[in-house]
């Protein structure tokens, strides 16, 4: 299990996230939804140690784990798909992928690759073809996919939707589902809040960096304050 206990951070002196608790249980889809500079990527970084902690502890499976770089983090099976995705645009999608997997095994590689091509056929259909090449939805897609080449336990999505349709949207949430599905926990963190509910085990609300809501993810759909500040209705 993935725990943020009671964590204030922030940059500089500046600070952001306030006596900020979740958790994510093995198998579980959990989001957390606010708007925009809430604080949902600043929460991210404190889990990747890009920023300090001010207080506070990050653990997982009882370790503590506060700090620890990505690449340490990686070989626990922690691993996060940015904002920003990080494509190599020049180079195809398979060599995307593989670059995923500097953890693994050479023999476990191809092994992985087919899974991925399973839950995404479309980077199958373009696996030659440049990254850069490819729509919005299929570059999320595939940094989703390079994230899995590095078999994790928990994985960590900031904004897979942006910039996205409503229905490529779908399309990546629900592999969100399948993957969690597949006994991988998700950690997601969405503006778009009304989608992210829909797909939650469990969700937070995250306003000016604390926690002012948690519950199933339905049942936080269902909640009027959620409903007026959030999904517009
Ligand atoms: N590198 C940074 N330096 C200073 N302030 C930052 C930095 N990144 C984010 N912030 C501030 O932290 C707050 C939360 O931002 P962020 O975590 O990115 O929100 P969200 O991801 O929910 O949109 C915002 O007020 C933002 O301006
Ligand atoms: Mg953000």
Do not use: C
């Amino acid at each position: 299990m993935l725990e943020l206990d009671n964590i204030a951070a922030g940059y500089g002196k500046l600070q952001i996230l306030h006596e900020l608790s979740i958790h994510v249980r093995p198998g579980e889809l959990v989001s957390v939804v606010g708007a925009n500079g809430a604080g949902k990527t600043t929460t991210l970084r404190v889990i990747s140690g890009l920023i300090g902690t001010m207080g506070g502890q990050v653990r997982y499976d009882g370790e503590v784990i506060t700090g620890l770089r990505a690449h340490q983090l990686v070989k626990r099976g922690i691993v996060q798909v940015s904002e920003d995705r990080d494509l190599f645009g020049p180079m195809t999608v398979e060599e995307n992928l593989v670059l995923g997997a500097w953890t693994r095994r050479k023999a476990a590689i191809n092994e992985e690759l087919e899974r991925i091509f399973e839950l995404f056929p479309i980077l199958l259909e373009r696996r030659r073809q440049a990254a850069q090449t490819m729509s919005g939805g299929q570059q999320q897609m595939l940094a989703i996919g390079r994230a899995l080449m590095a078999k994790p336990k928990v994985l960590m999505l900031d904004e897979p939707s942006t910039g996205l349709s409503p229905k490529m949207t779908w399309d990546v949430l629900n592999a969100a589902s399948a993957i969690r599905d597949s006994g991988v926990s998700v950690l997601l963190v969405e503006q778009n809040a009304a989608q992210a509910l829909a797909i939650s085990d469990r969700a937070y609300v995250l306003e000016s960096g604390s926690v002012v809501l948690e519950g199933p993810g339905r049942e936080l759909a269902g909640d009027e304050r959620v409903k007026k500040a959030y999904l517009g209705l």
